[in-house]
C-alpha cells in the first residue's frame, strides 16, 4: 500500500526540471485508477483543514460545494456513485442540498472515509447507501453547534450544551445566593438562542433519520426505528462530551449503520489512500483549501492565497542632499 512518504517520493519524481511536483498529475492519475478498478463514477471532496491555517468558511461544507459538486458529476451518467470524503463538516443546511442534489443524480452511492468525514460530514455519509472506512477512519457526532457572541469574541458552542446549562440554571437559580454567578453567564444569550438551539438539533436529527430510512436502511423491516435510533445517538452531546469524538467503524456498527472495511478490496485501499495523499500534499504545498474532483480530472479547487504585506518605504534625504 503506498503509504504518505511514497506517495511524498512519487510526486518529487514527478517535478520537471526546476519545477514543481505535478501535484494534480498524481491526484487524477489514481483517481482514474480507482475509478477503473470500481466501474464506479468516482468523486473526491475533501477540505484541506488539517494541513493549512485557512479561514473556516473556506474548508467547512457551504452552499458553494453544489456549484463543484454541478460541475464534477456533469457529464457523468452511470447511476452509481463513490464519494471520496474528508471534512471537518460545516452547514447541515448545505449538506441537506448536497444530499438532495446528489441523490437526484445517483442511486446508489458509497461513501468511501479515508480519515475523518465529521459533523455535517458525517450527516452526509448518513445519506449513502454504504459506507466503506478502514482502521484509520472515523466519523463524528452531529450534535449541532451555534456561534454565540460573548464579552471574550465569538464561541462556537454546541446546542444541547446551552439548553443543558439553562436547565442547570433553572434548578440553581431557585437559591437567591446563586443567582449572582449565573447572571453574567445567562447575560451573553440572546432571547431566541434557546429556541435556535431547539431547532438546530431537531434539524439534524429530521435529515439523519429521514436520510437513513430512505436509503441505507429501506430494505430492512425496522428501517424507521433503526433510522430514529442512529440519530438520537449521532446527536446526543452528553453520550460523546466533545463534538470532536472519533467514532470508528466498530462503534458505528454496533449502532447499526451499514459500514464496511475498506481493508477487505485490497487494491480499493490502496488507490482511496494514494488519492488521499496525494490530496494532502497538495493542501500542504499549494494553496489549495478544498478539492472536489472526478475520475475524468474534471475539478473545482477553492484556494487560499494569503496576501503579502504591505512594507512601507521610507524616503530620506541622504549625504550630499541636504
Not at 436547565?167 to 454567578?181: F, I, Q, R, S, V
Not at 440519530?231 to 470532536?244: I, N, Q, R, Y
Request: charged share 20%; with cysteine; proline share 6%.
Amino acid at each position: 500500500m503506498p503509504i504518505w512518504s511514497e506517495i511524498l517520493r512519487e510526486l518529487g519524481q514527478s517535478a520537471g526540471e526546476g519545477g514543481p511536483p505535478n501535484f494534480d498529475g498524481v491526484r487524477r492519475r489514481y483517481l482514474a485508477k480507482l475509478h477503473e478498478h470500481t466501474g464506479r463514477n468516482t468523486v473526491l471532496y475533501a477540505s484541506g483543514w488539517l494541513q493549512t491555517d485557512a479561514p473556516p468558511a473556506l474548508t467547512s461544507i457551504s452552499d458553494e460545494d453544489i456549484h463543484a459538486l454541478m460541475e464534477v458529476t456533469s457529464g457523468l451518467h452511470d447511476s452509481n456513485l463513490d464519494l471520496i470524503l474528508h471534512s471537518p463538516g460545516g452547514s447541515p443546511e448545505a449538506a441537506e442540498g448536497i444530499v438532495s442534489y446528489l441523490r437526484s443524480r445517483f442511486e446508489h452511492v458509497r461513501v468511501i472515509v479515508p480519515q475523518l468525514a465529521m459533523s455535517a460530514a458525517t450527516m452526509i455519509s448518513c445519506a449513502a447507501n454504504e459506507i466503506m472506512m478502514g482502521k484509520h477512519s472515523f466519523l463524528g457526532p452531529i450534535d449541532p453547534r451555534l456561534l454565540v457572541s460573548t464579552p471574550l469574541g465569538a464561541r462556537s458552542v454546541p446546542a444541547q450544551a446551552v439548553l443543558d446549562q439553562f436547565d442547570k440554571a433553572t434548578n440553581e437559580c431557585a437559591d437567591p445566593a446563586k443567582l449572582a454567578a449565573w447572571l453574567p453567564m445567562l447575560g451573553q444569550y440572546g432571547p431566541d438562542l434557546l429556541v435556535q438551539c431547539e431547532s438546530a438539533l431537531s434539524l439534524s436529527r429530521e435529515l439523519v433519520s429521514t436520510w437513513l430510512e430512505a436509503y441505507m436502511f429501506r430494505e430492512l423491516a425496522d428501517g424507521v426505528e433503526r433510522a430514529r435510533a442512529v440519530s438520537a445517538w449521532l446527536s446526543d452531546h452528553a453520550t460523546f462530551k466533545s463534538h470532536s469524538r472519533h467514532l470508528p467503524r466498530s462503534v458505528l456498527r454496533e449502532h447499526g449503520l451499514a459500514v464496511s472495511n475498506l481493508e477487505d478490496d485490497e487494491l480499493l485501499q490502496d488507490l482511496s489512500l494514494s488519492v488521499f495523499h496525494a490530496t494532502a500534499h497538495t493542501f500542504a504545498a499549494t494553496p489549495a483549501v478544498k478539492i472536489v474532483e472526478n475520475h475524468t480530472g474534471r475539478a473545482f479547487i477553492k484556494q487560499h492565497v494569503v496576501p503579502v504585506p504591505t512594507q512601507t518605504l521610507q524616503v530620506g534625504l541622504g549625504p550630499g542632499n541636504a
